[in-house]
C-alpha cells in the first residue's frame, strides 16, 4: 500500500547540508525498503553563527507498506498504524501520514 507523509524537526547540524543529510539518513534507516524522502526546507533557528547551528528541516516521504488486511479499508488503518509504529520514539514521530 502507497503511504506518504510529511512534517518537519529541529536538529542541531554543522551547516544546510548536514541537517538535511541527517533527516535523509535517519527517515531511511526507520523506513529503509521503500522511502523516498525530499526536504522541501531547511532554515537556522537563529542567525547566530557558530559551529553546530540549531535547524528546522521540513521534509516528505512516501513510500510502500506491505499489509495484509480483507478490505481496503483495513488495509488503510493498518499501513497507518505500521507506520506509526515504526517512528515512534524517534524524532520523525509526529510526522502526518496519509494514505491517497
Known amino acids: 500500500m502507497a503511504v506518504r507523509g510529511f512534517g518537519g524537526v529541529e536538529l542541531a547540524a554543522y551547516g544546510l547540508a548536514d541537517a ?3 533527516v535523509e539518513k535517519e ?3 526507520l523506513w529503509p525498503a521503500a522511502a523516498a524522502v525530499e526536504v ?4 537556522r533557528v537563529d542567525e547566530a553563527s557558530r559551529i553546530v547551528e540549531e535547524f528546522r528541516v521540513r521534509y516528505r516521504v512516501r513510500g510502500l507498506v506491505a499489509v495484509e488486511a480483507d478490505t481496503q ?3 488503510r488503518k493498518a499501513a497507518l498504524r505500521t507506520m506509526r509504529d515504526r517512528f515512534i520514539g524517534s524524532r520523525f514521530e509526529r510526522i502526518t501520514w496519509e494514505v491517497p
Open 40 to 43: 522541501t526546507d531547511v532554515a
Open 20 to 22: 538535511e543529510h541527517q
Open 27 to 29: 527517515i531511511r534507516a
Open 73 to 75: 479499508a483495513d488495509a
